[in-house]
């Protein structure tokens, strides 16, 4: 049965011409992008008597009905090459679809999604990272779905695709005609058969590579028309309002937890944590509009320590032993990073490079939050906790001091743009080698293009050529830091790639000047000794600083320091929280460095459901009974002995008076017990932990979970590596931050 034109059908014997195969998906990423719709009408047509038998239809009514559009929703690939497709927020979906209506012609629209962390851009329907290096992934604006055999997940089709089964779908509810097939080049078919049953076949040649037999080959598909009609959670939309900036600095190694994830996977998990608390436990703050949210930046270092430009990897990988490979690219990868902080070469590129990220991250995000008001705080995993504390410890507060830092920054990176060739040399005392490098037509410029052997050719000798070859390292990083800055201040969003300024501006503050001199510790007035370097400056006063799983104390210690001065606190930053597993075998304590006389047990952090874990309850009970039992026990015998010893006396005191002593006994002993009980608890909380914290208490404790009670060793590795994905972690870092906006938390929901 043929239609003529204006039914938008067209006889069975038309053929599409072909279209691009460049599905990623198993469907075949694209018909071609030119493809006109019109021709859509033409492969309709009447599904064959045994493809109807086929199935078993549905009793539906099939007459004529009015069309309706669908809703796209947008979704993005979670990695480059990858078929995870999760869904925008309804908020950023409905964003992209607005900018996308008003989108013009040859023009380019960029989205800020994600709370600002990631831009798309329409036409090139990617979604690029702001704040830190990632590969660009894909964008999709989806209205049709499928789910295969073995995926319970429902995937979405090409835009190509959907947009042509959307004109199929409409052709068919518009003439109340179904049980249709519609037929792509690609060999690919879907059958109509009504509007809630919908499926595709797949020919043999595009099968799944492991479908071994020609039945499974040809499985349908089930097809669903928009978001609505099949299962997905849709993550709620980010408040605007960001009320706190946190950075999170982290340890050893490029991975920060068991699943081997990166630290940008890591905050990603904990920043969602802390989103699911705040909606939990701050319900009726939320709806009056007194909290918005906090943000997490990651802050790598290790990239940096280990890249190109310090050539540390290929150093050590030239006197790594060839004999249990992966165990020693294990080591050097990870292990190494420990003795890299120690060393005063590495440590100033560490430190270096800790500063700088954060600082521009803090300049990033104001830039692109204008209305931000809100503090800063920091977090540091093990090892990075230790580069905070070193770093808070050596900030300065007055502002000729930081105007002094920023002077002796400059002198130490570089020179003045404008200096001569005689200039330079003459400030390093190479004066008498201005007349060879003048025979030779070179200024500063041309110097900069030298080699070693070029220099050693014209007749500089080793000790010079060395110092002329640091002053020109030091000259080029200087300039690029210096461009890739101004880059970075004024971001456009006509360059091509919007994350090249930001990966670029990430590696070029690296060490400019190092030495291989011992390591000469400088103990302060409070005895807080750090390698001897020269320390850079914040940009920010942090509000507070949380140390996870912090080998801090075993530092310091190591360092000879015995004691933290009591009155002793970091110049810009007032809050420290010293937050470790009882089982990490990285983690160490701090209070007892500052009150060694006191025997004070670490503060325990409250299950995030408002209450002790039942395991500990229960242990705590036991231990409770049994101690009571022994006291009865021994009470009795001393009793009994008591009772034989004694001498017999001439009557017993009559009822009333062995009431009332028994009574006044157990009156004044459960007064004595209550008193002391309560004198103990008055005792930690006024127990005064230094300056250190604001005069607060400064290690708090996690309360394991009932499995990790079993065997302490066995989880030791994960005690770790948990903080990341630690609620009640979480929990307290996000109750002494709106502490300060006098915001109650609520009981969580059991």
């Keep these: 049965m043929s239609k003529d034109s204006t039914g938008g059908g067209a006889s069975g014997q038309e053929r599409v011409p072909p279209l691009k195969d460049s599905d990623s998906s198993t469907v075949q990423e694209g018909l071609s992008t030119g493809a006109d719709k019109k021709q859509t009408a033409a492969i309709l047509d009447e599904t064959s008597p045994s493809s109807a038998e086929s199935f078993e239809m549905l009793d539906v009514d099939l007459g004529r009905s009015t069309y309706e559009p669908v809703q796209p929703h947008w979704f993005y690939c979670r990695r480059a090459n990858d078929k995870d497709w999760l869904p925008f927020s309804l908020e950023d979906s409905i964003k992209l679809e607005d900018a996308l209506q008003n989108l013009k012609k040859g023009e ?143 340890g050893i190694g490029p991975a920060c937890d068991l699943r081997f994830r990166s630290i940008i996977q890591c905050v990603n998990d904990f920043r969602s944590t802390a989103l699911s608390l705040l909606s939990s436990h701050c319900r009726l703050a939320r709806e009056e509009g007194r909290v918005g949210r906090v943000e997490f930046l990651p802050v790598d270092w290790h990239s940096a320590l280990h890249g190109d430009a310090t050539g540390v990897d290929e150093s050590i990988q030239r006197i790594t032993l060839p004999s249990i490979s992966r165990l020693r690219h294990f080591t050097n990868d990870t292990l190494l990073d420990l003795f890299f902080y120690n ?122 050529r060395k110092k002329i070859l640091d002053l020109v390292s030091r000259r080029k990083i200087l300039k690029d830091h210096k461009a890739r ?163 017999p006396v001439a009557a017993l005191p009559s009822v009333e008076e062995a009431v009332c002593a028994g009574v006044e006994t157990k009156t004044s002993e459960t007064l004595e017990t209550e008193g002391s009980e309560e004198g103990s608890v008055k005792e930690d909380k006024d127990l005064k932990m230094g300056m250190l914290n604001g005069g607060r208490r400064i290690d708090y404790v996690l309360q394991e979970a009932p499995i990790e009670s079993f065997n302490e060793y066995l989880f030791a590795i994960q005690s770790h590596l948990c903080y990341w994905e630690s609620e009640d972690t979480a929990l307290l870092l996000l109750k002494e931050i709106y502490e300060q906006r006098g915001v109650a938390f609520e009981q969580s929901p059991s």
């Excluded at 429902?154 to 249709?180: C, H, Q």
């Excluded at 590129?349 to 990033?364: A, C, G, K, M, P």
């Excluded at 000794?529 to 104390?553: D, R």
């Design 108 to 250: 380019e629209s960029v989205v800020a999604v994600e709370g600002g962390r990631y831009d798309v851009r329409l036409t090139e329907r990617l979604r690029y990272a702001v704040y830190w290096d990632q590969a660009p992934s894909e964008v999709r604006r989806c209205t049709w779905f499928f789910k295969g055999n073995d995926d319970p997940r429902y995937m979405p089709y090409p835009e190509s695709f959907s947009d042509n089964l959307e004109d199929a779908y409409m052709i068919a509810v518009t003439l109340g005609e179904w049980k249709r097939k519609l037929e792509f080049p690609t060999g690919e078919t879907v059958i109509l058969h009504n509007p809630k049953h919908i499926m595709q076949y797949q020919p043999i040649m595009l099968a799944d590579d492991w479908v071994s037999s020609p039945s499974e080959q040809t499985r349908p598909r089930t097809v669903k028309r928009g978001i609505e009609n099949i299962a997905v959670d849709i993550p709620e939309g980010e408040p605007q309002t960001v009320d706190h900036l946190v950075f999170m600095v982290h």
């Design 343 to 464: 060393s005063p070469t590495y440590c100033q590129t560490i430190l270096d490079t800790v500063v700088t990220e954060v600082n521009r991250l803090h300049s990033l995000f104001c830039f692109r939050h204008p209305a931000f008001k809100g503090q800063v705080s920091l977090v540091g995993h093990s090892l990075g906790s230790l580069i905070l504390f070193d770093l808070l410890t050596n900030q300065k507060t007055n502002s000729d001091d930081l105007e002094q830092e920023r002077k002796n920054a400059c002198s130490d990176l570089g020179f003045p743009d404008k200096e001569n060739l005689e200039d330079a040399l003459g400030r390093l005392g190479l004066e008498k080698y201005i007349p060879i490098l003048k025979n030779q037509e070179m200024d500063l410029d041309s110097l900069s293009l030298c080699t070693e052997t070029e220099l050693e050719r014209i007749g500089i000798p080793l000790g010079p």
């Design 485 to 647: 800055m101004a880059a970075m201040m004024m971001p456009s969003l006509d360059s091509a790639d919007p994350n090249k300024a930001n990966a670029a501006h990430r590696q070029s503050y690296l060490r400019t000047h190092s030495t291989t001199s011992a390591v000469d510790y400088k103990y302060f007035d409070v005895g807080i000794g750090q390698v001897s370097i020269h320390y850079p400056q914040l940009s920010f006063h942090p509000h507070s600083f949380f140390a996870f799983g912090s080998p801090i104390g075993m530092f310091l210690t190591v360092r000879g320091l015995k004691r933290i001065d009591p009155d002793y606190n970091f110049p810009t930053c007032k809050a420290f929280f010293n937050i470790y597993h009882p089982f990490d075998p990285v983690a160490y304590r701090i209070e007892p460095m500052i009150v060694p006389d006191a025997e004070v047990e670490p503060m325990l952090i409250p299950h995030h459901k408002g209450r002790k874990r039942m395991h500990l309850e229960l242990r705590e009970s036991l231990t409770r009974m049994g101690a009571d039992l022994k006291n009865n026990v021994i009470g009795s015998l001393r009793t009994a002995w008591q009772s034989f010893s004694r001498l």
